[in-house]
């Protein structure tokens, strides 16, 4: 359900936003909307011209739109269409053509007549382009116009493919693709260097003659573009800002992307609020990094001059929130991450009983355990903790062809040296070596690769958790099947997959688990494993008398931290365990250097590690707390 813009609450809002609690309650209301504007143009016997987008954030809005077709009897003989853009060169065969995008998410399973719908023509010729895109415009116009445009916005701020830079007053055109856009794009071509690095466009003038424009963004990896969009000033540097000058535009998105709005993200500066502890906690340590003051320096002018004047009357003095704050913060920091034995834990992240716990990390990837929180793995180990760690999916689609190959001539001078016979093991070599020159990119390896692959994982995987100090028999691969698609694009959740994940919950019976709550990660398989895990527990909840005394605590890893107010446990790392982090991450040498999926951060892993808890322990230390060379950051699910 939409919920309402109060004038006061959204005054740094430029356009009108709606926010909704999760993106499928937004596509269908988008969705809703289209299908309404279909039926009144049906009924006056008119054409509905759409203006229609790609990406993967209209693809729940399409999904609605195919089921009321199906389901509700909603005809789409009515409907023209335009699609936004197309890559050029490109030929409309192509799997990452936006041909194929709209044949696979929407045009293949509807009546529309294929004559009426128009996507920009990536095969024409360079010269033939700027009278083409003259057309695409005309043939718009003489339609009456566009009833209504849906948008997506990509991470520059482009609508369309209208990158920084973009006239507001700009046609259909040829444009040049920014570089974060290819590389948000690279996942799909199998490689940034396969991304086309031109693109055909209807132009900002185009989108904004369109009667309704609806732009929408899901997922928290939007918020800050969203931000800009809705509340930054209007700049060519941010296209979608052109978007405040027009009447007919919403923004419609989900609650993570609106996150950073300021009605959400500092409600104290719009509105009387309700304060719980956690927006107590949010706005003082904003309070204190907004002016650069620790926490216990800050005083009721200060909370005065900032929005806070409400909190300080209703719960004052300032004094004593400071003090009730900064303990909150200091009560997180433990060198004991699985409890401390013979302490009172009623002031601590976790209890002091049973003082030798059974804990489990699961990792999704074959690396996550290390990366995201290797301090606190080597420590739970070292203080006697029963620990098991289990990969959750095998990794196998983030590994070199070429490192295959050099396993594979280690596997035959190996057998050879031990006097066996390598007829097998050559052919499936040689099959290899003439496969790989051939491979187009996105292309999925043959099943014999994909398990090579797989295997050099799970040996980086042992090593790194040998390292830390695992026994072999606490160290397990469950390779989940919704994984194995051998492509990035993976199958949904099966019952396999959590049936597998009973099992193991079953046989360890754990006291802790540690798990990836890093629902930012690019291809969404954290936040798919995170939610087997949860439906295990689920299951397992009420019949298992262990689980009414299993806490779950959620880690993040290579792509983002928790805010400080969010950390509820934060275990300090002195420099050697830094290092011998670093050593434990080392292991995975096929995701050194330069890993096949590296999202769009250029550092190594190792150092997105130790950059991330170095800048954990110096949020703390800013805030007046002790001084630490860096920190893992932990919030515990309640489930
Ligand atoms: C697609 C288009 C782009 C996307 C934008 C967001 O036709 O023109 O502007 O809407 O790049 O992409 P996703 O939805 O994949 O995040």
């Not at 931000?227 to 919403?250: D, F, R």
């Not at 104290?268 to 906690?281: G, S």
């Amino acid at each position: 359900m939409a919920r309402l813009n109060l004038l006061e609450e959204t005054r740094y809002e430029k356009l009108p936003v709606s926010v909704y609690n999760n993106q499928h309650e937004a596509s269908v209301a988008v969705a809703n909307r289209i299908a309404d504007l279909i039926r009144a143009k049906q009924a006056k016997g008119e054409k509905a011209v759409l203006g229609l987008a790609t990406g993967v954030t209209p693809i729940g809005v399409y999904a609605e739109l195919v089921r009321l077709h199906k389901e509700a009897g909603l005809s789409f003989k009515n409907v023209i269409t335009f699609n936004l853009d197309e890559y050029y060169p490109m030929k409309p065969t192509a799997a990452q053509s936006y041909v194929t995008f709209m044949y696979e998410n929407l045009f293949g399973h509807i009546d529309i007549d294929k004559a009426n719908v128009h996507i920009p023509d990536g095969t024409l010729d360079k010269d033939a382009v700027a009278g083409y895109c003259l057309a695409y415009e005309k043939q718009i116009e003489e339609l009456g116009g566009l009833d209504l445009q849906i948008l997506g916005i990509g991470r520059t701020g482009h609508i369309g493919f209208n990158e920084p830079g973009s006239a507001p007053n700009s046609g259909t055109r040829m444009v040049t693709l920014d570089d974060l856009t290819r590389s948000d794009a690279s996942r799909d071509f199998g490689g940034k260097a396969n991304v086309p690095t031109k693109a055909i466009t209807m132009g900002i003038g185009t989108i904004f003659k369109a009667r309704e424009i609806i732009l929408m963004a899901w997922s928290k990896k939007k918020a800050p573009i969203i931000k800009k969009a809705v509340e930054g000033e209007i700049s060519g540097e941010v296209p979608a800002t052109y978007l405040q000058l027009s009447q007919h535009v919403e923004f419609v998105l989900d609650e993570a992307a609106a996150s950073e709005l300021t009605r959400f993200d500092t409600p104290w500066l719009v509105k009387d609020c309700v304060w719980d502890n956690q927006l107590k906690k949010k706005a003082v340590i904003w309070l204190a990094n907004e002016i650069n003051k620790p926490v216990l320096k800050l005083t009721e002018e200060d909370y005065n001059n900032h929005g806070m004047a409400q909190l300080a009357v209703e719960q004052g003095p300032v004094y004593n929130i400071n003090i009730d704050i900064f303990n909150q913060i200091q009560h997180t920091i433990t060198g004991w991450p699985g409890g401390k034995p013979d302490a009172d834990d009623s002031q601590r992240p976790e209890r002091a009983l049973p003082a030798k716990k059974r804990s489990i990390i699961f990792s999704p990837h074959p690396d996550d355990d290390v990366i995201s929180m290797g301090g606190t793995f080597i420590r739970l180990v070292d203080q006697g903790h029963d620990v098991h760690v289990a990969y959750q999916t095998s990794g196998n689609t983030a590994v070199w062809d070429d490192d295959v190959l050099r396993y594979m001539e280690f596997a035959i001078d190996f057998t050879n040296s031990i006097g066996e016979d390598t007829t097998h093991l050559q052919k499936s070599y040689e099959d290899m070596r003439a496969f790989f020159p051939t491979k187009q990119p996105n292309e999925i390896d043959t099943q014999e690769i994909r398990n090579v692959k797989g295997f050099i994982r799970k040996t980086e995987a042992i090593s790194g958790a040998r390292y830390a100090g695992l026994q072999d028999d606490h160290i397990h691969f469950m390779a989940l099947p919704f994984y194995e698609t051998g492509k990035t694009k993976k199958n949904s959740v099966g019952e396999e997959d959590i049936q597998l994940t009973i099992d193991l919950l079953q046989k360890i019976k754990p006291q802790q688990i540690f798990a990836a709550g890093d629902f930012a990660d690019p291809n969404g398989t954290h936040l798919v494993c995170f939610k087997i895990i949860l439906a295990a527990l689920d299951r397992l909840k009420g019949k298992e008398a262990w689980v009414e005394d299993c806490w779950l605590w959620m880690y993040r890893g290579a792509w983002h931290e928790f805010e400080t107010y969010e950390i509820e446990m934060a275990v300090p790392l002195s420099p050697q365990e830094v290092i011998r982090k670093r050593n434990a991450i080392f292991k995975h040498q096929s995701q050194k250097d330069r890993p096949v999926f590296p999202g769009d951060d250029a550092r190594e892993f190792w150092v997105r590690a130790e950059d991330r808890t170095r800048d954990t322990a110096q949020r703390y230390d800013r805030l007046g707390l002790a001084e630490y060379e860096a920190m893992e950051a932990f919030k515990r699910y309640m489930f």
